[in-house]
């Protein structure tokens, strides 16, 4: 598995956290609703301390349906789940 490297230190980054929730948002670039559930794995920088989150899988771990407000909520709950909510477009298909 491609190991993440940090551009400006030119350093392997070291994993930070296991099993990130990203929120993929859709819709309105005003108020986008939130769409996909999907985990990654997030790394950072040994020197800058920048972290990114890579490793998604192929599929959301969740796609909006009728119970999607509970795994929203479910997931914000997490404490120790840091949680990214991003625009579609810089979801990987
Ligand atoms: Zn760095």
Redesign the pocket.
Known sequence: MPKPI?C??S?EMRIYHTGAGVVELYGDPEKPSPYKIWNGDEYQ?P??K?RVVVHFGNNPRYHFDTGFAKQIAYLKAQDETPVYWVPEKYIPE
């Open positions: 940090c400006k230190c350093l920088c020197k800058c920048d």
